[in-house]
């Protein structure tokens, strides 16, 4: 069968390898020069089924709102919101309760799990570099923060998952560079958490779908998805991004059409006008982070490994020689994102609270992307109402963590073959009823 992934971020590029290991022809279509070059180029970078929650979390309404209010908080509503920023607003605040936030969170995990298995099988199978990192601490400032998130710990460690409480005095031993001048109160340490360079793996496993076979076409835009006929008839535009030094592909004529035996949407934030082709509306809206990636200036001032501030929800990861800050939310405004602001501004205060004077300021790499997020953070996989098109989309702030779970479990369906995790919840029929 002849398979078209549209999108080559690390969903589509993890799903184009599952498809093909499963013995389809495979062909990767991105408007840009290369893999990884939107959402997945510079995340996080933490992967670590402990920290997939939801962000429709009981307590997540009242977080946000602090941080709205703040002057230096990361959370920034934008003036100007569409109808469809406040409807997914209202959908938040109902996923946020108890019950249904505690069927969220198991939903998210069981695929994050299946994700962790599933990237060691995919790092085997392609013999990939493996360059992640072991180790993450969740820093609590207050009190009443750390002891809110202790009380979820008889559930994670039921879960299986190992976290560890950590005194500000333990918090200095695995993290020796933590300032003195900012107030902790505890932390929880996550020593089986991962952190890994999400552009990087994705470049790689690129490389090694060239060698399996399979095509990637780049600087090629769907522009249409014609369904009138038997099989699903793609629509392809011609764009005109800068070359890439590292894209394996030069400047090749784009064909007009590509006809497929199927198609997968792996599309990220961008995917409304391909949906609606398919009378689908699912109702995620693209949600703003940034990171800004900088080199070490002192070493005895850097993190060893990734820290994450709980006030903000930001996060500081080693990232070899760099260091990376991530995090932020905003909803709204201009669809093109400027990488100044309050949210990158609130970044460099984290960095300064934890980390001041390790990074070189000199040269920031600075970077923003677009999450597609449901409002009850869960994914959708999967069956569409076309028998040959399918969906691998909404992976949220977790798609790092998800991509190769939910592109092995999408093969699975493509080829008509049960996924061996259960997928309630997380299909676009779950989402109907
Ligand atoms: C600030 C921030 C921090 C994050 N931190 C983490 C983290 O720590 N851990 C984690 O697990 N996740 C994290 N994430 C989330 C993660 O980065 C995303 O979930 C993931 O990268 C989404 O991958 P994707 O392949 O779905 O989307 P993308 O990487 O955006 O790929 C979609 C691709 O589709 C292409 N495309 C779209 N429409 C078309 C079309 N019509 N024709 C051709 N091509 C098209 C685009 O060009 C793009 O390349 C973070 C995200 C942000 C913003």
Not at 73 to 85: E, K, Q, S
Not at 152 to 178: M, Q, S, T
């Amino acid at each position: 069968m002849h398979v078209v992934v549209i999108g080559a971020g690390v969903v589509g590029v993890c799903t184009a390898h599952w498809l093909r290991a499963a013995g389809h022809e495979v062909t990767v279509i991105d408007r840009r020069a290369n893999v990884a070059q939107e959402t997945s180029f510079a995340p996080a970078a933490l992967a670590a089924p402990a920290l997939a929650v939801p962000w429709s979390a009981p307590h997540m309404p009242r977080r946000w709102l602090r941080q709205w209010l703040r002057p230096h908080g990361p959370v920034l509503l934008r003036p100007g919101l569409t109808p469809a920023n406040w409807r997914w607003l209202l959908r938040w605040l109902g996923e946020s309760r108890a019950r249904q936030f505690a069927l969220n969170q198991d939903r998210l995990r069981r695929l994050a799990v299946y994700g962790q298995d599933s990237k060691l099988a995919l790092i085997a199978a392609r013999n990939l570099p493996v360059t992640d990192r072991p180790g993450c601490l969740r820093l609590f400032r207050s009190e009443r923060e750390l002891a809110a998130a202790q009380a979820a710990l008889p559930a994670l460690a039921e879960a299986g998952f190992l976290v560890e409480e950590a005194a500000p005095a333990r918090c200095r031993e695995l993290e020796p560079a933590l300032s003195d001048e900012t107030a902790l109160a505890g932390g929880l340490s996550l020593p089986d958490a991962r952190t890994g360079n999400c552009a990087y793996f994705t470049r790689q496993l690129k490389y090694a779908l060239v060698a399996a076979g399979v095509d990637f076409i780049f600087r090629a835009e769907v522009s249409t998805l014609d369904l009138s006929g038997g099989r699903p008839r793609l629509k392809l535009r011609a764009t005109h991004e800068p070359d890439d030094p590292d894209a394996t592909q030069g400047p090749t004529a784009v064909p007009a059409t590509l006809d497929a035996d199927a198609v997968v949407l792996c599309t990220g934030a961008d995917s409304a006008g391909l949906l609606r082709r398919l009378g689908c509306q699912p109702g995620f809206v693209p949600i703003r982070g940034y990171s800004i990636t900088l080199g070490i200036r002192r070493h005895e001032r850097a993190p060893l490994a990734a820290v994450i501030d709980e006030a903000t929800g930001v996060s500081i990861t080693r990232m070899g020689n760099r260091i990376r800050v991530a995090g932020g939310v905003e909803l709204g405004g201009p669809r093109e994102p400027s990488a100044s602001g309050p949210v990158p501004e609130a970044l460099w205060h984290v960095l300064r609270d934890w980390f001041g004077g390790a990074a070189d300021t000199a040269c920031p790499q600075m970077w923003v992307g677009e999450r597609a997020l449901l409002p009850q953070g869960t994914p959708l996989l999967g069956a569409t109402p076309h028998p040959a098109v399918f969906v691998n989309l909404a992976h949220g702030s977790h798609g790092w963590t998800l991509a190769a779970g939910a592109g092995r479990a999408v093969a699975d369906v493509v080829g008509g073959v049960a996924p061996q995790i259960d997928l309630d919840g997380l299909t676009l029929a779950s989402l109907r009823r």
